[in-house]
């Protein structure tokens, strides 16, 4: 079972959501984050929710703030550009038996900023 799943809102009002199958609704074979890779330019905003505790942490893409539970944040202060979501998972297990140890979920943007230099803001949950 799957602690974190995403919705991803896109420019045109549209939601995308997962579910436990992970299957993208487009192409067999696929999972369901295939689909929002198809869609990157739109993406708008793009949450995960914590199917154990219902907690849900965005990041907003428009303006580069994040929210936890409706109650917005940002973890920056200067002026950022062409925000790119950023989102995958890390597995961690353990090299002498090869059993799971946790998994982790990173969730932000990559932008610029005004310089044109390349910052990334992300956020890990576990």
């Given at each position: ?9 896109f ?5 995308l ?20 890779l ?32 409706q109650?917005?944040?940002f ?11 950023v ?10 038996n090869?059993?799971?140890?946790s998994v ?10 005004m310089?044109g ?10």
């Amino acid at each position: 079972m799957l602690k974190y799943l995403f919705k991803a809102l896109f420019t045109d009002g549209t939601i995308l959501e997962q579910n436990q199958n992970d299957q993208s609704t487009t192409t067999p074979n696929k999972n369901a984050f295939y689909d929002v890779l198809q869609r990157l330019n739109e993406v708008r905003a793009f949450a995960l929710y914590n199917q154990e505790t219902g907690e849900e942490w965005l990041t907003d893409l428009k303006d580069g703030h994040f929210e936890h539970n409706q109650s917005p944040f940002f973890i920056h202060d200067e002026e950022l550009i062409n925000k790119r979501l950023v989102f995958f998972k890390r597995n961690s297990f353990n090299a002498l038996n090869g059993q799971p140890l946790s998994v982790t979920y990173h969730l932000g943007f990559q932008s610029n900023k005004m310089d044109g230099s390349n910052v990334q803001k992300v956020i890990m949950l576990t």
